[in-house]
């Protein structure tokens, strides 16, 4: 493959990214409200080290229409990767961020709810 078929070729898939950006996060126009980012945990996988499974799905569909579109691909999936491992710490320190603050909420709910039971269970003045 020649330097101009490499740079073809790169070029396309660039154009392809970030159609698919554009179309996933609604950024084509108001009519566009089915646009879907996503992330979802799956599972833990069963084998060495312990990967993280994920699923990521990119969507886009317009109003008055009931399809829906995928921009999902091997390349967008190859070039989240790289995004992600660039973005690696703050993603990491969000994910921390993110449990503390459901930690914190579990707390004063559980601490709203002892309150409770230590009022219903307190004597009652002659």
């Not at 790169?10 to 950006?21: G, P």
């Not at 990521?56 to 229409?65: L, P, Q, R, T």
């Not at 921009?71 to 190859?78: C, N, P, R």
């Not at 690696?88 to 601490?111: M, Q, Y």
């Amino acid at each position: 493959m020649t330097k101009i078929e490499e740079y073809k070729e790169a070029k396309r898939i660039a154009n392809s990214v970030a159609e698919a950006t554009r179309l996933a996060l609604g950024r084509d126009g108001p009519r566009n409200d089915k646009h879907s980012f996503r992330c979802s945990f799956i599972n833990i996988a069963n084998q060495q080290w312990t990967p993280m499974c994920f699923q990521i799905e990119a969507s886009y569909g317009y109003y008055g229409s009931s399809s829906g579109y995928t921009v999902t691909s091997k390349e967008l999936g190859g070039y989240l990767a790289k995004a992600i491992n660039l973005n690696a710490t703050a993603l990491l320190d969000c994910a921390s961020k993110l449990s503390a603050d459901d930690a914190e909420r579990a707390r004063k709910a559980a601490e709203d709810e002892a309150r409770a039971v230590l009022q219903e269970s307190a004597p009652v003045a002659p």
